[in-house]
């Protein structure tokens, strides 16, 4: 157990240290670079300028050479300036993560309220119409483009009923409880839409598994009740599957949801990252992308040890 | 009627028998054949999904625009038509080009097994991991020209497309790979290949000659399998703007511009986002009645099916 985590963990480190490379790299080879950008706004400079500008900070260094003083800065904590928040892009991202917690917590949670019932009333009845109905909603739900189900959602109670607004986070003059939570409901709608139909599917197709086998009939013959068979020995067996796509989501609350976002003019983490990388803002983008890598990659290790905990039958690989 | 062998016959009548994969079936050959009719269709009456019209911007439904027309005054039915077109492309050709990179990958590890194995499926593993949208934003925003293309070809819209269809293919291998390694694995132990081995069979020749067809099934199923999501991650990239660059249409880039008109057009942000909806859940039923129909043991393993 404690060397499979020590290996999990050891190939976490490495892969996060390869995907800050190819993140470095692919962040060099977005349109222009800063000092094109000055150039921009300053049209004083001259070529001599821009070239010695270039040399002081380093652009026209090799790749390598460049990333290895990124990441030696980046160790140390030093993530550079971002541009279009004009201050470190660290302390730029510290609002943004909270937000997109708040919102995909909250989606998360109600997507497990209507999706684990879901599942188990299919997964009682299988083949019955009830279950051809979720299956059918479950379909759905996976079939459906984020941002479409969002702007019907917009449609319909911003721009028609005029209920709730159809972007933002407060009311220019709000901001009480009450205020944040009209903002959230939307997005939150959106995401619990898109997100139920995987989840109702694992968590029937987890408890049709675990009916099957044999303890269950072992159960049932010692004379068990459907409730008891249900309740005590199925659903705790079934979860365990449900336990770690929980765990493998949880990566999501620090990169947020990009196109709801965006669409919601929600000012998370997704849209953070897609202001970034179209504002040229590559420090921003830099250091946003790299924490939802790393926290993604920490959550699937979370998830696989959290497995190998419950269920008793993974000692070691 | 085409003459089919037995274990076509077979499959025909198993696929027949799922009535929504074959309704699914049904609509998107509806649908293809108006997208790709459409182009020549424009061509003999004069018309074009591309032509501005300022005078008759967002008009209601009439003869001449049976759907209306979008913010620019062209013709939306046209318009919806083409991005229905570019959409199926993009789908099939993206979830192709991931399937071939797949197979590759999953071909090399499993034959090979060993150090090229590990390291091959820590990478499926990783990519599996990543956040894709995230990720995908950052490769469609990179500029071409640094990567030694042409800077008239990066700025084509012919460009957008190959884009699109690598982005996808880059971050879309990975069930492939793995579905043709397992696969792979079980075929190399297999007689008829070590006998192969053993009459000093080359190892590219076992793995295309001997292995190869026989991952046509789970591949073949895989792939249609993710069509729908491809076509999925085209729209939100265009919806982003960072997609299909017009004036070519899609789906998804017209629900950004009906975003802004939402309040005067409402339809234009109806019909875009449906079908983008009926063609993800039509691909998706086509490729589980596929996957029933090439593989009845997975319709016996999944209980309750």
């Excluded at chain 1, 959602?153 to 209920?163: C, H, K, M, P, Y």
Aim: glycine share 10%; net charge positive; with cysteine.
């Amino acid at each position: 157990m404690t060397s499979h985590i020590l290996r999990r963990l050891t190939e976490s480190v490495i892969v996060i240290a390869a995907m800050s490379f190819v993140i470095y790299a692919l962040i060099g080879l977005m349109p222009g670079d800063p000092i094109d950008l000055m150039l921009g706004s300053d049209p004083h400079l001259t070529s001599a300028d821009v070239a010695r500008l270039k040399a002081l900070m380093g652009i026209d260094q090799p790749l390598l050479k460049r990333y290895a003083a990124w990441a030696a800065a980046a160790l140390s904590g030093d993530l550079g300036y971002s541009r279009l928040d004009v201050r470190p892009a660290l302390a730029a991202l510290a609002a943004p993560l909270g937000r997109s917690a708040l919102l995909m917590g909250l989606s998360f949670a109600l997507t497990l309220v209507v999706a684990l019932p879901l599942g188990i009333l299919a997964a009682l009845r299988p083949r019955s119409r009830l279950d051809h109905a979720i299956d059918l909603a479950c379909f759905a739900s996976i079939s459906l483009p984020s941002f479409w189900i969002g702007l019907m959602l917009i449609l319909v109670f911003a721009a028609s009923l005029g209920w709730l607004p159809a972007g933002g986070i407060v009311d220019v003059g709000g901001g009480g409880f009450l205020d944040r939570a009209r903002h959230l409901l939307l997005p939150v709608m959106t995401l619990t839409i898109v997100g139920f139909g995987t989840f109702a599917r694992y968590m029937r197709a987890g408890l049709l598994d675990v009916m099957g086998q044999d303890f269950i009939r072992t159960a049932r013959a010692k004379g068990a009740s459907e409730r008891r068979v249900m309740l005590g020995h199925a659903l705790r067996n079934a979860i365990t599957p449900v336990v770690t796509i929980v765990a493998l989501s949880f990566g999501g609350l620090f990169s947020g949801a990009l196109a709801t976002e965006t669409l919601f003019a929600y000012p998370g983490m997704g849209k953070l990252i897609y202001d970034a990388v179209l504002g040229n803002d590559f420090n921003l983008a830099l250091a946003a992308l790299l924490l939802a890598t790393i926290m993604t990659l920490l959550s699937n290790l979370a998830a696989d040890i959290a497995y190998a905990a419950i269920d008793p039958r993974i000692t070691d690989r | 009627m085409i003459a089919l062998s037995p274990r076509g016959r077979l499959f025909a009548r198993r696929y027949a028998q799922n009535r929504a994969a074959v309704a699914s079936a049904w609509l998107l050959s509806a649908l293809a054949l108006a997208a790709f009719l459409s182009v020549p269709l424009q061509a003999v009456f004069g018309l074009g999904a591309d032509t501005v019209d300022l005078h008759h911007r967002l008009a209601a439904s009439s003869l001449a625009h049976p759907l209306g027309t979008d913010e620019l005054g062209r013709d939306l039915l046209l318009r919806l038509l083409e991005g229905g077109r570019i959409s199926l492309e993009v789908g099939i050709a993206g979830a192709l080009a991931a399937a071939v990179l797949g197979t590759a990958i999953g071909l090399v590890a499993g034959y090979r097994g060993g150090l090229i194995d590990g390291l091959l499926m820590r990478a499926t593993d990783a990519v599996i991991a990543l956040p894709l949208l995230p990720l995908l934003i950052v490769l469609a925003a990179i500029d071409l020209r640094k990567l030694g293309v042409p800077p008239e070809l990066a700025r084509s819209e012919v460009a957008s497309l190959y884009r699109i269809v690598a982005l996808v293919a880059l971050v879309g291998w990975t069930t492939v790979a793995r579905i043709v390694r397992a696969a792979t694995l079980s075929l190399k132990a297999q007689d008829y290949v070590r006998a192969a081995i053993g009459l000093g069979a080359t190892p590219a020749r076992i793995m295309l000659v001997h292995i190869l067809p026989n991952l046509a099934s789970p591949v073949i199923v895989a792939t249609a399998l993710s069509i729908g999501g491809v076509i999925l991650q085209e729209s939100v990239l265009s919806f982003l703007g960072l997609g299909i660059a017009p004036p070519l249409a899609s789906w998804g880039a017209m629900l950004s511009g009906a975003q802004e008109t939402i309040t005067i057009a409402p339809m234009l942000a109806v019909y875009p986002g449906l079908l983008i909806f009926l063609v993800v859940v039509a691909c998706n039923l086509v490729g589980d009645g596929l996957r029933d129909a090439l593989d009845p043991r997975a319709l016996q393993a999944r209980p309750g099916a």
